[in-house]
């Protein structure tokens, strides 16, 4: 596998050491960097910096910890190729010295030959220097990967991370896993961004009242990060499916081995995490331009909920959460939209399965209140729970627990959003019970509707695959 990349050498590869050789250059004998920041200089650059090397750092850590046992480096450069910082493991340090790699110096071919830095920055796409794809023979033995980050909103080139490994990685996915950390790194950098403007406003709503008309201009603003927002979570699946594509176009090109099956179910999963976004997106504009129409059927409630919980079973299992369904009553036959309906209670799922951690406990219960004739649908977790002031936040569009570093899980912070307005809109209410650290209970409360409608629609689950198509798309962002 690694002797086909090698022999599949990029076309700019062998353009740069041929550079090099024209320059003179010895592979043998590896120059140092000429162009150095002065300290002073290097200190105004990190400040400039600051918030991106402090997420950088994050997730670079993170890789760091996935690879325990390799020894690893991970540099941080300016859009100018000019290192920013460094981190990682000790025992390559002598091979970094001879490299001169330090914060402050400049990689350019021009001075010290083929390297990933500088090739990263000028071909702006993930680059990877391994074995004898290196200019200098001393790091034939080692392999190095460059991906570059932008700033989200106008796509310009803000830098690059480079990794450094003091041995040959055999793993083809890891330039992929590297393309997807930067995807991440830069949807943090934006969520960041953006919240410190919707903070800002929310200030400003308290100043004045005669600031209305900023405020209106603000709010359009707004809108116009959203879509960005969106564009951007568009954005990192289809690099998967790009990478993915090229392994299967460079690795596989006369048989489909088993390995290839992961790249299959990894476009798969990704195809499925695009329509969800692009559904939930289309149905919030839908909702809040009144054009929603429900698909009202008459339909047996009970049996429709127990099978929305059974047909999710295999994502619990995985996660080891004992899953079960409870009613107090048989059947119970209403008038609802069912295709919204399984949206709702898959969302409420979706949600408990990633907040809850193995060996928990979730419980999908019914109940029929004859008294008001209404029926309550609780989804009950055993998850990290919800703070008390966090509860109506999370029915708010972008609403998140977290937007820090820490969030346990993807989302646009839309889904719950949706689920109110879809529960809204079929006239009933939904509520949240929760405190840190001891789960969570999501009520769904609709009214029981009875009589007929104009065509008589029953749903048939086994025939139809529709509910197994709508499982696939909510769960698509929980990975195992």
């Not at 920041?37 to 991106?52: F, N, P, Q």
């Not at 890789?63 to 000019?82: A, H, Q, R």
């Not at 969520?191 to 903070?199: D, F, S, V, Y």
Request: aromatic share 6%; net charge negative.
């Amino acid at each position: 596998m690694l002797q086909n990349i090698q022999e599949q050498e990029a076309s700019y590869i062998l353009e740069s050491k041929k550079r090099c050789r024209d320059l003179g250059m010895d592979p043998d004998k590896p120059l140092m960097p000429q162009n150095i920041m002065s300290d002073l200089e290097l200190a105004r650059k990190k400040e400039d910096y600051k918030e991106i090397l402090e997420v950088v750092n994050y997730f670079g850590k993170k890789i760091i910890k996935s690879l325990e046992g390799t020894p690893i480096l991970v540099g941080i450069s300016d859009e100018s190729g000019y290192v920013l910082d460094t981190f990682g493991d000790e025992t390559i340090r002598s091979t970094v010295a001879e490299m001169g790699i330090k914060p402050g110096v400049q990689f350019i071919e021009e001075h010290v030959g083929t390297n990933v830095v500088s090739l990263t920055v000028k071909q702006n796409h993930p680059v990877q220097l391994i074995g004898a794809n290196h200019y200098h023979t001393h790091l034939h033995n080692t392999a190095c990967y460059g991906v570059p980050f932008h700033y989200s909103d106008d796509n310009n080139l803000l830098g690059t991370i480079c990794i450094m490994t003091a041995v040959i990685l055999h793993n083809p996915f890891f330039l992929m896993t590297l393309t997807t950390v930067v995807d991440a790194i830069e949807r943090e950098l934006l969520l960041r961004r953006q919240n410190r403007k919707i903070n800002k406003q929310q200030e400003l709503l308290y100043i004045s009242e005669k600031k209305q008309r900023e405020l209106l201009e603000k709010d359009l603003i707004m809108k116009d990060e959203f879509i960005t927002l969106i564009t951007h979570e568009f954005k990192t699946p289809i690099n998967v499916i790009y990478s993915a594509i090229q392994l299967i176009e460079h690795l596989y090109m006369d048989n489909i081995p088993e390995s290839v099956k992961n790249l299959i179910a990894s476009i798969k999963r990704n195809a499925f995490r695009q329509l969800r976004l692009v559904n939930n997106l289309l149905d919030i504009t839908r909702l809040n331009s009144k054009q929603f129409k429900l698909n009202l059927k008459n339909i047996d409630i009970v049996f429709l909920t127990k099978s929305i919980t059974e047909s999710v079973n295999i994502y619990a299992d995985q996660k080891k959460i004992n899953l079960c369904f409870k009613s107090n009553i048989d059947n119970r036959n209403t008038i609802v939209d069912d295709e919204k309906y399984e949206r709702i209670i898959l969302n409420l799922l979706s949600n408990a399965i990633k907040f809850t951690p193995e060996g928990g406990v979730i419980t999908v219960e019914l109940k029929e209140n004859a008294m008001d004739n209404t029926i309550a649908i609780s989804v009950i977790d055993t998850g990290i729970g919800i703070p008390r002031e966090k509860h109506e936040k999370i029915f708010q569009r972008f609403g998140q627990v977290e937007s820090k570093l820490s969030r346990q899980a993807e989302g646009s912070g839309i889904g719950l959003a949706l689920v109110k307005m879809l529960v809204t809109i079929m006239g009933g209410k939904i509520q949240v019970y929760s405190e840190l650290g001891t789960g969570s209970t999501f009520t769904i409360v609709l009214p029981i509707k009875e009589g007929k409608i104009e065509e008589e629609n029953k749903i048939c689950l086994d025939s139809d695959n529709r509910l197994i198509n709508a499982v696939n798309v909510e769960f698509s962002d929980i990975y195992f």
